[in-house]
């Protein structure tokens, strides 16, 4: 079923005493709040992971930020998603512009983290978008749905229906400019368009996708108004509890 997700990616912030002081505070809202039916994930670095996990309750699940491309063995630094699961953690963002842009993460190298991230049972939220060149130059459908086709389309109908999206125009992260309403759902109705092609009405109505890109409370209730935009992936407003709820309440 297409789920309501809004879910924090604090990227690389906060010491593990900080980061387990913000899960409580956001746990604890998140407890005595009318959330409704939405799903609240926060994304910590590795570190965070297991205290983590041990400070929510059911109503918060947490996610990695990336995994390794292989199982075990010797690659020192990183990170294997059977680890990951160990932990106690639900998801693992994967393919964020970040790891695409500064660590060199391809669509092929992302083949492999989210086939592992499956195995270990463990659910993507994949990100995809375009660079501001690419908008200008009207290729942004075609970047996003590369990306898609290279990176998930080898996937069965039922392992694509564990992933979740996210559109994040990299333009838009972290820079206080926000893709409009419009701009958004035009995008997320052509995404979902193209995994109809793919696998058919069933599995594209019921996949979820998020948007990201400088969203705050002020600007999430129209973003998330949209038909296709079915939550959030929230980097700067994830790292203050009240920030984060001010999003989550927002539908
Ligand atoms: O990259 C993002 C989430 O993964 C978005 O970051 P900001 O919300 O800080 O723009």
Not at 110 to 118: A, E, Q, W, Y
Not at 176 to 201: C, D, N, P, W
Not at 219 to 247: H, P, Q, R, T
Request: with cysteine.
């Amino acid at each position: 079923m297409r789920r309501k997700i809004v879910a924090g990616n604090w990227k690389m912030n906060n010491t593990l005493e900080e980061g387990v002081v913000l899960a409580k505070e956001i746990n604890e809202l998140v407890e005595k709040t009318d959330i409704k039916d939405v799903n609240v994930i926060i994304g910590t670095p590795f570190i965070h992971l297991t205290e983590v996990n041990k400070v929510v309750g059911d109503k918060v699940a947490v996610a990695a930020q990336n995994c390794a491309d292989q199982t075990s063995g010797a690659y020192t630094g990183e990170i294997s998603a059977p680890m990951i699961q160990s932990t106690g953690s639900k998801y693992v963002i994967l393919g964020h512009s970040e790891r695409r842009s500064y660590y060199g993460e391809t669509n092929e190298i992302l083949v492999k983290k989210v086939n592992l991230t499956l195995e270990n049972n463990l659910l993507p939220i994949f990100c995809i978008g375009e660079v501001l060149e690419e908008r200008q130059a009207e290729k942004h459908f075609d970047v996003v749905k590369s990306q898609i086709a290279e990176g998930l389309f080898h996937l069965s109908a039922d392992d694509f229906g564990k992933i979740v999206l996210a559109y994040e125009p990299v333009w838009a992260i972290g820079t206080g400019v926000t893709a409009s309403s419009a701009q958004a759902q035009e995008m997320h109705a052509f995404i979902r368009k193209t995994l109809v092609e793919q696998y058919g009405e069933e599995v594209a109505n019921n996949t979820s996708i998020l948007y990201g890109g400088s969203c705050k409370p002020s600007n999430a209730k129209e973003l998330f108004a949209n038909a296709d935009v079915d939550g959030g992936l929230i980097g700067g407003a994830s790292l203050k509890a009240e920030d984060f709820m001010g999003i989550i309440t927002a539908f």
